[in-house]
């Protein structure tokens, strides 16, 4: 099979780079090759649903690797312009997940993924589906792709293939792979907006519990991030957004990295210490695993007491020393845990690390190979949670397919 340009992977970034390939080239012949029977699997998934899509405070502390991904959104058209003016989608700024949070205002995925395969059929775009590529043959002329029952034969290549995360959307790492083999840099990889895991020991007892609070990540005493939000507990680690923020910082600080939860930080430790010594007295004859019970749910009081001060939890509240109310208050200022390890690859929603920002120029082609494009999370740049890595597919893939379409045309086609 022949075509002018191929895409590998009909992600949220392939999508985008195949019409924006085929807007700047109309002429041209646009295939995207997918691995899986359908395009667009993971945006149908995103968002629980949802899609959250973009980000009304978009800034560099949100993205994470070599790759200036914010200095390309801010240079390519903004969501609503391509959401709304281009595809005709309206978008609301939502009141989930994260601040600033922007979702279609059906509330919907498919709505995108509707408009986005609308799109790709008004515009003639071609779709390969359940063709897995295994191997990138560069030849005088363009490029072989080795995959299905035939090789496919192009003359630009936009490489939007995703990354580790997730999975069962087709995204294994597999041309990520194929790629350093054929000469990338790759930046250190590990799941990021995902759980972090430590010791089950740790975690005894409080299973299943959820606090709003504030959690930060620390390595050797310095603070590296702090977010605020509902943290999860679970059998083997901790989850939920805020979490899920500060799990790319595994990969650099692996083996020495630390999460410290302030369970009250609306609450100052003089306010505490006076809410405990009131509890002392009003709730004296009470046991010791009543203490916190006003403020916590049952479980994590109960933790918090029995992991700060040596003594059966049957002892009245009113026996409690000092040193003792001072120990629990520690526990609930600074619960820490030590980071063994990050979530299986299953357990997380993007990629941190991925190919090296030195393998391609400030219009996304490859350093390496010339008329190949790399866009999507298959570059090094992964995004926090709240809209901020699709946010990176779709203008990663305008910059991407608008310069390959481009590249194109000056080239005579
Ligand atoms: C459950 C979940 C929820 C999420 N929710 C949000 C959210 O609400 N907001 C947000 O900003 N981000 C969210 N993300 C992250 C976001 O979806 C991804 O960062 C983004 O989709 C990446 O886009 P991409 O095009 O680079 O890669 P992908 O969307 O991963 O697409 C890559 C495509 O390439 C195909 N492919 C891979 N290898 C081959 C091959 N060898 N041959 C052919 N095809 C191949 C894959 O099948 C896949 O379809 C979520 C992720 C997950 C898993």
Same mark, same amino acid.
């Given at each position: 099979m022949k075509t002018d340009i191929a895409i590998i992977g009909g992600g949220a970034s392939g999508l985008t780079a195949a019409i924006a390939a085929k807007e700047a080239n109309i002429g041209a012949r646009v295939t995207i090759v997918e691995k899986l029977p359908r395009t667009g699997k993971k945006i149908i998934a995103s968002g629980n649903g949802k899609c959250n899509l973009s980000n009304m405070l978009l800034s560099e502390h949100n993205y994470h690797g070599s790759v200036d991904a914010l200095k390309i959104i801010e240079k390519m058209p903004d969501y609503n312009s391509f959401f709304t003016d281009y595809l005709g989608v309206m978008c609301v700024s939502g =009141?989930? /997940? @994260?601040?600033g949070g922007i979702y279609p205002r059906s509330n919907s995925s498919n709505t995108i993924v509707n408009a986005m395969r609308m799109k790709l059929d008004e515009l003639g775009i071609e779709e390969l589906c359940g063709c897995e590529v295994r191997g990138i043959i560069p030849e005088k002329d363009g490029f072989t792709l080795i995959g299905g029952d035939d090789n496919i034969r192009c003359k630009r290549l936009i490489i939007a293939a995703g990354g580790y995360a997730a999975p069962t959307f087709g995204t294994d790492g597999g041309i990520m792979r194929l790629l350093k083999n054929m000469g990338y840099k790759t930046a250190k990889i590990c799941p990021a907006v995902a759980p972090l895991r430590v010791s089950p020991d740790k975690l005894k007892g409080l299973k299943g519990v959820r606090v709003k609070g504030e959690i930060s990540a620390v390595s050797g005493g310095e603070i590296l991030r702090t977010e605020r939000g509902e943290m999860q507990f679970n059998d083997n680690n901790i989850s939920g957004i805020c979490v899920f923020n500060l799990a790319y910082l595994f990969s650099e600080y692996e083996g020495r990295l630390n999460l410290k939860a302030d369970l009250l930080p609306d609450m100052t430790w003089n306010e505490l210490k006076g809410y405990l010594e009131n509890i002392r007295k009003s709730r004296g004859k009470l046991p010791l695993e009543e203490l916190l019970t006003g403020i916590f749910v049952k479980n994590l009081a109960m933790y918090l007491v029995k992991n700060s %001060? &040596? @003594?059966? $939890? +049957? &002892?009245?509240? =009113? +026996? $409690?020393k000092n040193n003792e109310l001072s120990a629990v208050m520690s526990r609930i200022k600074a619960l820490e845990f030590e980071v063994c390890g990050c979530s299986p690859w299953q357990n997380s929603q993007s990629t941190m690390g /991925? %190919?090296?920002? =030195?393998?391609? &120029?400030e219009y996304l082609q490859s350093r390496l190979h010339r008329g190949i494009y790399l866009c999507g999370e298959i570059l090094d740049t992964a995004g926090d949670c709240g809209g901020y890595n699709l946010q990176w597919a779709w203008s990663s893939g305008m910059l991407a397919g608008g310069s390959c379409g481009k590249s194109l045309k000056g080239a005579g086609k």
């Amino acid at each position: 099979m022949k075509t002018d340009i191929a895409i590998i992977g009909g992600g949220a970034s392939g999508l985008t780079a195949a019409i924006a390939a085929k807007e700047a080239n109309i002429g041209a012949r646009v295939t995207i090759v997918e691995k899986l029977p359908r395009t667009g699997k993971k945006i149908i998934a995103s968002g629980n649903g949802k899609c959250n899509l973009s980000n009304m405070l978009l800034s560099e502390h949100n993205y994470h690797g070599s790759v200036d991904a914010l200095k390309i959104i801010e240079k390519m058209p903004d969501y609503n312009s391509f959401f709304t003016d281009y595809l005709g989608v309206m978008c609301v700024s939502g =009141s989930e /997940g @994260r601040e600033g949070g922007i979702y279609p205002r059906s509330n919907s995925s498919n709505t995108i993924v509707n408009a986005m395969r609308m799109k790709l059929d008004e515009l003639g775009i071609e779709e390969l589906c359940g063709c897995e590529v295994r191997g990138i043959i560069p030849e005088k002329d363009g490029f072989t792709l080795i995959g299905g029952d035939d090789n496919i034969r192009c003359k630009r290549l936009i490489i939007a293939a995703g990354g580790y995360a997730a999975p069962t959307f087709g995204t294994d790492g597999g041309i990520m792979r194929l790629l350093k083999n054929m000469g990338y840099k790759t930046a250190k990889i590990c799941p990021a907006v995902a759980p972090l895991r430590v010791s089950p020991d740790k975690l005894k007892g409080l299973k299943g519990v959820r606090v709003k609070g504030e959690i930060s990540a620390v390595s050797g005493g310095e603070i590296l991030r702090t977010e605020r939000g509902e943290m999860q507990f679970n059998d083997n680690n901790i989850s939920g957004i805020c979490v899920f923020n500060l799990a790319y910082l595994f990969s650099e600080y692996e083996g020495r990295l630390n999460l410290k939860a302030d369970l009250l930080p609306d609450m100052t430790w003089n306010e505490l210490k006076g809410y405990l010594e009131n509890i002392r007295k009003s709730r004296g004859k009470l046991p010791l695993e009543e203490l916190l019970t006003g403020i916590f749910v049952k479980n994590l009081a109960m933790y918090l007491v029995k992991n700060s %001060i &040596d @003594r059966p $939890l +049957t &002892d009245k509240i =009113s +026996t $409690l020393k000092n040193n003792e109310l001072s120990a629990v208050m520690s526990r609930i200022k600074a619960l820490e845990f030590e980071v063994c390890g990050c979530s299986p690859w299953q357990n997380s929603q993007s990629t941190m690390g /991925g %190919i090296h920002a =030195s393998c391609v &120029d400030e219009y996304l082609q490859s350093r390496l190979h010339r008329g190949i494009y790399l866009c999507g999370e298959i570059l090094d740049t992964a995004g926090d949670c709240g809209g901020y890595n699709l946010q990176w597919a779709w203008s990663s893939g305008m910059l991407a397919g608008g310069s390959c379409g481009k590249s194109l045309k000056g080239a005579g086609k």
